[in-house]
DNA sequence: GCTTAGGGTTAG
């Protein structure tokens, strides 16, 4: 007898033996077990520390992308000269300029260098349509045919003297910290100021001449996105050369055409981890002059951008700190020894207290009052080096401090002897001179001979132990607000604590930011609790921006922690929670710390070494943001049916994290298993969880035939047995009703002698038939792998294991009909469920991924299985939707692209654990209507 | 125009 071993699905199995029973549908496998997910409902019941990226964090990126083709610069008066719309430049051979519009309508751009074709210009012209396009209209440049002549050598460069000038709207500028190895460059520019120009190279590549330059993205943005704003350019060939003779450092400009490469330098350079390498025809650059710019965007720091004057003395005074008397209103140089972050005050403006020191020996108490938290000294750490003018010089309680007067103004220089000299200011115009680089120089050198001054407490994770308070270097990845009064953030520094760190979840909506990019690593993530007066702070950090919190308290949980309670936090005794206390005491405070702050190389190695260990793509993964992916503007043929809201992520960032987790992805369907509809159709037993498949009918009919071997006499008090002929000569079909007819059960009916083929006719219109054999005179059920019951078209299967079947004896009490769980229960049998069980093999530009379709599949296809298990029209529906979704044939890039809710767990088989992933709460579209 | 703070651990 062929019969089926089930493969189970308990609490201890694994996904192979299901992948098994796909592969190979008709083969039985046995006592393999799969796990269905341990967390149902919410991934982050679990008590792990479970995040779901949100899309509040990346707010200031749809904002930014959806804002296309900004004015290159902000100066749009009336006196640019335009074209009318519609019109075209057109250029005489002869000589003069002739438009179809009115000269006042000309164009004020083209060039084409090595010479340049400026407004104004008396070179001779003829028409040309295969040169550097530009077209305006309705007062906007146009990537576009235009006929401007006589080109000598005509090279992309283009320097632009109108500062109206717009770029196409159909380009979309792109900020440099958003590009990635993955950005798809077609229609996009950069828009960015160049800060160093290196020399023409020759080169014996394929181009002649090489040239690389740093540009910076341009500041003239509202809420400038964190991550590298300085990235390499490398131009080529000719390319190399003209920009060579046309770019000055401090211009601005306006790239397009470039592509995006892996920067080899960036460990050395600490810039953008990618570089734009511009080479070839489809290469434009606008160059905007550095003198024709107006005054420097302000809304950003401009914490190292160059002195507006320089000279070699200074024409300020500077008066040592022991020579200070009370009444004085002074400039003064100091190192700081202590100081605290702005906090508000009780009046109207924020107050830094620092106290410095300098080569005199002298102490200073200084307080710095003011309204506007850019006007503070930016400090970072002790040791770092103030100039700090106009202060006045007052006595309290026997010593003398200074305050801030009208006209204040503050530097901060770091402290490391060596180190660049760069001004640390919000202001764009400040003095500077070689006395101010001496006099920091100076200071450098005495405190690092002075032991008496404090010793820098910034320490990695990798320091911290119990207890502890210390000053930590880290990246915001992600905040939730607790309460009013704490906020918790969720940093790392890219070193492991050798403790356990506490792990804090939250709901899911109220996370700001990702922890994708720890790719689920354990003890990566501390979860620090700010309190109080920093939480005005901590609601203005943007996840992603380099932090130093100072004062951190490393706090010991005390014993275990409720599952759920405390706030979400998990972990035994011991594990580090980290506290910012209320309060400014020693310092308590939160600073942001610029991008290319030199505080910030330690770290900068350490994430750095994280990142090598992980895939390239963890890389990716941070720089791109998600709205990449929304950028997508095809239609997905499925729709999510949750009601969580998460931030769309790749399938490479799904498998990087820790199960388990839910989220929500888009891809495309590779291939799937089972090719054959009928193979993905199984039989679930609820109690045992054995899943295996619907036996075939081959294998039925022979169950049959052989019952047909016990047919005799049965003593069982039938209330009525009727025969038929069977297609055999001499063999008869008994129909036994039950007693219990008379109360009503007159549909159930019990088929004696029949084979599978006359069974299945006569279920035709039947409510419910049992098929029975005789076995020592006494009625008995067939073999459960065989059908036990029919209805109509409907088969159902009993679970071997779990069934206990003996004899049969309905002497029910029932009243009415019995659905088809009564009558098993009645006969003693564990029905089997009809599920589908399906691997979906999915590909995002990420990567790939095998997502199982089972517990959902039903809604999936919004199809019962088991009705789709007698319903041809219904197997031809799911078949036509599999072939929608994943087209015969056809490219993958062709295929449509599906929204999919994806959960993540863990399954163990004989102590392997694998990570495997289901398809959830997703319904093909139109299938629910 | 004046005031604010005036260092020195929360107690979550």
């Keep these: 007898m062929k019969a089926s071993m089930p493969i189970f699905l308990s609490s201890c199995g694994g996904l192979t033996a299901a992948l098994c029973c796909l592969r190979t549908p008709t083969r039985l496998i046995g006592h393999n077990r799969i796990v269905p997910p341990r967390c149902e409902t919410a991934a982050h019941s679990s008590g792990q520390n479970t995040l779901f990226p949100c899309r509040a964090a990346f707010r200031g990126v749809r904002a930014h992308r959806s804002s296309t083709a900004a004015p290159l610069c902000s100066d749009t008066s009336a006196k640019t000269a335009r074209l009318q719309k519609g019109s075209r430049t057109s250029l005489s051979a002869g000589g003069g300029r002739t438009s179809s519009g009115a000269s006042a309508h000309t164009p004020v751009i083209i060039t084409s260098a090595p010479v340049t074709y400026a407004h104004g210009t008396t070179e001779s012209w003829r028409p040309s349509s295969d040169i550097f396009p530009v077209k305006s209209r309705g007062g906007e440049w146009y990537l576009g045919a235009v006929s401007l002549s006589r080109p000598r050598r005509i090279m992309p460069i283009c320097v632009v003297t109108d500062t109206g000038t717009q770029v196409p709207t159909h380009f979309q500028r792109v900020p440099i910290p958003h590009l990635s190895l993955s950005s798809a460059c077609s229609d996009t520019f950069v828009k960015a100021k160049v800060l160093q120009k290196f020399p023409l190279a020759s080169s014996e590549g394929d181009y002649d001449y090489i040239l690389k330059t740093v540009i910076q993205e341009y500041e003239d943005q509202q809420n400038l996105p964190s991550g590298h704003t300085s990235i390499n350019a490398i131009l080529f060939g000719p390319l190399a050369k003209d920009f060579s003779q046309t770019v000055a450092e401090g211009d601005l400009l306006v790239l397009a055409g470039f592509t995006v490469g892996r920067s080899p330098t960036v460990k050395k350079d600490g810039l953008h981890p990618c570089n734009l390498e511009l080479a070839g025809g489809d290469v434009h650059i606008y160059v905007y002059p550095a003198s024709t710019l107006g005054p420097s965007p302000s809304t950003v720091s401009t914490r190292t951008r160059a002195p507006v004057t320089e000279a070699a003395?200074?024409?300020?005074?500077?008066?040592?700190?022991?020579?200070?008397?009370?009444?004085?209103?002074?400039?003064?140089?100091?190192?700081?020894t202590f100081f605290k972050q702005p906090f508000r005050t009780k009046g109207t403006d924020y107050c830094s207290t620092l106290k410095i020191t300098d080569h005199s020996d002298a102490k200073l108490c200084c307080s710095i009052f003011s309204e506007k938290l850019e006007n503070h000294p930016q400090i970072y750490e002790i040791g770092d080096i103030v100039r700090l003018h106009r202060v006045k010089i007052q006595l309290f309680n026997g010593t003398l401090n200074c305050i801030t007067t009208l006209g204040f103004s503050a530097l901060t220089f770091d402290g490391t002897v060596g180190s660049p000299i760069v001004p640390r200011t919000s202001s764009s115009s400040f003095h500077f001179c070689d006395d101010d680089r001496r006099m920091v120089e100076r200071l450098r050198a005495w405190a690092t001979g002075q032991l008496a001054l404090p010793p820098r407490s910034a320490i990695p994770l990798s320091s911290v132990r119990p207890r502890m308070y210390f000053d930590l270097t880290c990246q915001l990845l992600a905040k939730a607000v607790i309460d009013t009064c704490c906020t918790l953030l969720k940093v790392w520094d890219g070193t492991i604590c050798a403790d356990p760190l506490l792990s804090v979840s939250v709901e899911p909506v109220t996370l700001e930011g990702s922890l994708a990019v720890t790719g689920g690593r354990h003890n990566l993530v501390a979860n620090v609790l700010v309190y109080d007066n920093h939480v005005e702070v901590a609601r203005r950090l943007k996840p992603g921006s380099y932090l130093r919190i100072y004062n951190l308290h490393a706090v010991p949980q005390s014993a275990e922690m409720p599952p759920g309670g405390g706030g979400g936090g998990t972990g035994g005794a011991g594990h580090l929670a980290f506290h910012l206390h209320g309060g400014t005491a020693y310092g308590r405070g939160i600073?942001?710390?610029?991008?290319?702050?030199?505080?910030?190389?330690?770290?900068?190695?350490?994430?750095?070494?994280?990142?090598?260990?992980?895939?390239?793509?963890?890389?990716?993964?941070?720089?791109t943001p998600p709205e990449s992916l929304d950028a997508v503007p095809e239609d997905s043929l499925t729709v999510l049916k949750c009601d969580h809201t998460l931030e769309r992520v790749t399938l490479a960032c799904v498998k990087k994290t820790t199960p388990p987790r839910v989220f929500h992805v888009r891809a495309r369907l590779r291939s799937y298993q089972p090719e054959r509809l009928y193979q993905a159709l199984k039989l679930h037993c609820p109690k045992c969880k054995a899943l295996q498949d619907v036996p075939d009918e081959e294998a039925i009919a022979s169950l049959f035939r052989e019952a047909l071997s016990g047919t005799g006499c049965c003593s069982e008090p039938w209330a009525f047995t009727g025969y038929l002929d069977s297609s055999d000569p001499g063999r008869k079909i008994s129909l036994h009703m039950c007693r219990s007819v008379e109360k009503g059960a007159k549909e159930l009916v019990f088929v004696e002698g029949a084979t599978f083929e006359e069974m299945s006719r006569l279920s035709v219109g039947q409510k419910s038939l049992v098929p029975v054999r005789s076995s020592d005179g006494r009625m008995t059920l067939l073999d459960l792998s065989a059908p036990f019951l029919f209805q109509g078209p409907k088969q159902y299967y009993g679970c071997t294991r779990c069934s206990q079947v003996n004899c049969v004896e309905l002497d029910t009490q029932e009243k009415g009909e019995m659905d088809e769980r009564r009558i098993a229960e009645v006969l003693g049998v564990q029905p089997l469920r009809y599920v589908f069980l399906m691997k979906l093999d999915l590909q995002d530009n990420s990567g790939c991924l095998d997502a199982l379709l089972w517990n959902d599949a039903e809604s999936f296809f919004c199809v019962p299985a088991s009705d789709a298990e007698a319903s041809q029209e219904l197997q031809d529906w799911i078949q036509q939707t599999l072939d929608k979704l994943c087209p015969p044939g056809g490219c993958l890039e062709e295929r449509p692209w599906l929204d999919l809710c994806l959960r993540s767990y863990t399954v163990e088989e004989s102590g392997q654990r694998t990570v495997c992933y289901q398809i959830f709460s997703t319904v093909v579209s139109g299938a629910d209507v």
């Design 591 to 623: 600073r942001v710390l610029p991008e290319d702050s030199l505080d910030l190389q330690e770290l900068k190695r350490s994430l750095e070494s994280l990142e090598n260990d992980m895939s390239d793509s963890s890389l990716i993964e941070w720089c």
């Design 313 to 336: 003395k200074s024409k300020y005074a500077y008066v040592a700190l022991k020579d200070l008397k009370a009444g004085m209103v002074v400039n003064i140089y100091g190192v700081v």
